[in-house]
Structures are given as C-alpha cells and as structure tokens.
C-alpha cells in the first residue's frame, strides 16, 4: 500500500539553526508529495507541494525536493523563527481523493 | 475567495443532543471532505463528495451523517455521539487546476460530554 514514514518529533531548535525534518514514502506509482503545516489550535495549511520527480517546492523559506531514487521529500528551512513553531505533516496522494499522511513532526523552536 | 470556512469555531454537546458542522467552499471545487483528527494525530478521512455524491465513506458510524446541499457546502450532522468522538473535524475541498491539492479549512472543535 502507499504510506509515509516522518522522523518522531518533538524537535526542539533554536532560533535561527537549520532544520531538517525526514520523510519517506512507499507508494505504488508516482505520487504527487505534499507538506502540510498545523499552527496550534489551527487547520491544516499546505506548506509546498512537488508533483514529479526533482521537483522542488519551496515557500516561506522552506524547501522539499522530491527524491524518487531515495523516495523522499525531506522539508528544510536555513534559519528557523519561533512563529515556525508547529506540527508539520508530510502527505502523498496516488488517486484524486486519498491523502496519505505521515505522523506528523512537532517543531518547537525556542528564543 | 481560496478559503474554506467552517462554523462553529467550538462545540460541546451532550450525549443525546443533534447538533451540526457546516463547511463552505467558492472556489469552485468539485470534491469536499471530512477528516476526524485526534490530539497529536494526522486526520483521518471519513467521507468525501465528489459532484455533491458521496464517494468514499470511510466506514464512518451511522452517528455521523454528511449532506451536501450543493456544490459550495458540506454538512455533518451529528446525533447520539460519545465522549471518544471528541475531536477537531477538518473540512477540506479539491479541485480545479491543482486538482490533488487538497485546502484544509479552521476545523471545529467538537467535545462530546
């Protein structure tokens, strides 16, 4: 079946270091890949997105770029802010309606 | 308009009461959802409309009703819930030109007392 495997949060940074949060994907086909982001008490936003082979997604300083040898779609930032504080999901889809998601990342970052 | 909407914003309902969630989209999408989501868990998908028809129902108790009047809103209706379906419930839509891309509206926070 198609899933995604996230690094087990939390991750603490501090302000200003580089992040990296991992994922994998295992499907049957060429998924389009996704970051979804959750601030607290909030829905989901889509961070970026990738929908073919080296692609890569980028928005708010964060970047993905879709691996298809290594079947990943790590998300980085260079310098993260306390407002990136958040549960971040990485998430594939096959087929129109189905939206595999990962565990989830929780980031916080401290001052 | 690239929003989605959803009220109320909180709910809390007793065992036996019927109560609600509606969601709206006018951004023309064809397809809209409804995700479960538990505390510090990635949502899980209950049911999706495509064309104002349900599609997939993801094996949802009969507690949970959806309806879609029509193309723009989504509703869930709810009656005889219990304590554990206490969650955020995430509505979504997709459609259009980015038609995989799934936009996530506020969510409502549902307890169930």
């Known amino acids: 079946g198609n899933s995604v495997t996230q690094m087990e949060g939390p991750v603490t940074l501090s302000e200003e270091a580089f992040l990296t949060i991992n994922c994998t994907y295992t499907a049957t086909g060429y998924p389009s890949l996704f970051w979804y982001v959750q601030y607290p008490g909030e829905g989901l936003q889509l961070l970026l997105k990738?929908?073919?082979?080296?692609d890569k997604g980028s928005n708010k300083g964060f970047e993905a770029t879709y691996r298809k040898e290594t079947t990943s779609f790590h998300l980085e930032k260079g310098s993260v802010q306390v407002s990136d504080s958040a549960v971040y999901f990485c998430a594939l889809t096959l087929l129109e309606y189905a939206l595999n998601f990962g565990k989830g990342t929780s980031l916080l970052v401290t001052p | 308009d690239t929003e989605v909407t959803q009220t109320p914003k909180h709910l809390v309902m007793g065992m036996t009461n019927k109560k609600s969630l509606k969601c709206e989209q006018h951004m023309g999408h064809r397809a809209m959802y409804w995700y479960k989501q538990k505390a510090k868990k990635p949502p899980e998908l209950m049911f999706v409309?495509?064309?104002?028809?349900?599609?997939i129902n993801e094996s949802v108790p009969s507690r949970f009703s959806p309806e879609c009047p029509n193309s723009s809103l989504l509703n869930l209706h709810l009656h005889a819930l219990q304590p554990e379906d206490s969650a955020l419930y995430l509505c979504?839509?997709?459609?259009?030109?980015?038609?995989?891309?799934?936009?996530f509206g506020p969510g409502t926070r549902l307890t169930v007392l």
């Open positions: 990738a929908t073919k082979a080296d």
């Open positions: 409309y495509s064309y104002e028809k349900l599609s």
């Open positions: 979504a839509s997709s459609g259009g030109s980015s038609y995989n891309e799934q936009f």
